[in-house]
């Protein structure tokens, strides 16, 4: 009987887990789900090419994150464009990023922004439906979700920005575990969402929760939440390019 109210009171717990992150992610007009390792496995809904991705994999946790992502985004996706599983097929480009193709009778042939995250039994997707036909208004996104480390990796730090080193420097030592890990999660969703590379990426002060890159007038929306209650962090980033939205405006 205790086993049993045990099971009762982790699907309890995971529950109310669900339900803050989908709100969390929904005031973005995100889609997003996170769950653990033995929910969303589907095997029967994959495509030859998503087959032949998770199959790269020799770890049987890799195996199964991937299936379980791939998964998760295949539901969300099909709640969002009212599609079943069979008609939503993932894309990975050559960096390894997924993108989403719909193959809806209805709508024609759709590409979704989407984003996946694992960490320490527990996965996260995302994605957006995309309001323009114009792909050079289309917004990306990115996610990530990291276990807070018990350790503080100096020689990761010394990448980081001034603004950053300087904030963590003033810290106490029980709160720069949780912050660098907030920035460090907010840099790989950045890096998902981006066409920068990481090592760009990693040197980008990411304390604020909007950003304006230099060169590409691209603009960047963070956010991160942080589950306590597991010592989780996740973080989105969204990308617009904020001149081609400003010639949009200017067009209408």
Same mark, same amino acid.
């Given at each position: 009987m205790s086993e049993n109210f045990s099971k009762l009171n982790a699907k309890h717990y995971l529950h109310r887990l669900?339900?803050?992150f989908i709100k969390w992610t929904c005031q973005y007009n995100i889609a997003g789900d996170i769950s653990d390792l033995e929910n969303f496995c589907d095997k029967d809904v994959l495509f030859e090419n998503e087959r032949a991705h998770i199959q790269r994999f020799l770890s049987p946790n890799r195996i199964n994150e991937s299936l379980n992502g791939i998964s998760m985004i295949k539901k969300l996706v099909g709640n969002m464009c009212a599609s079943s599983p069979t008609q939503i097929q993932l894309l990975w480009d050559s960096s390894g990023a997924p993108k989403v193709l719909c193959h809806n009778s209805k709508t024609?042939?759709?590409?979704?922004?989407?984003?996946?995250?694992?960490?320490?039994?527990?996965?996260?997707g995302i994605?957006?439906?995309?309001?323009?036909?114009?792909v050079r208004y289309r917004p990306q996104i990115g996610i990530d979700i990291e276990k807070i480390s018990s350790e503080i990796p100096t020689s990761i730090i010394e990448m980081f920005s001034e603004q950053e080193q300087a904030y963590i420097s003033m810290?106490?030592?029980w709160q720069k575990s949780l912050v660098f890990t907030k920035l460090w999660t907010r840099k790989e969703a950045l890096f998902k969402s981006s066409n920068f590379a990481f090592g760009d !990426? &990693? $040197?980008? #002060?990411?304390?604020?929760?909007? !950003? &304006? $890159?230099? #060169?590409?007038?691209e603009f960047f929306q963070l956010d991160t939440l942080y589950l306590a209650e597991i010592d989780i962090v996740t973080s989105i980033a969204i990308r617009r390019n904020k001149q081609v939205l400003s010639q949009k405006f200017e067009n209408h």
């Open positions: 669900r339900h803050r024609g042939e759709k590409h979704i922004p989407v984003s996946i995250s694992h960490s320490t039994g527990m996965v996260t994605c957006m439906n995309p309001v323009d036909s114009d810290l106490p030592d !990426i &990693i $040197s980008w #002060n990411a304390i604020p929760n909007q !950003i &304006i $890159s230099g #060169n590409t007038f």
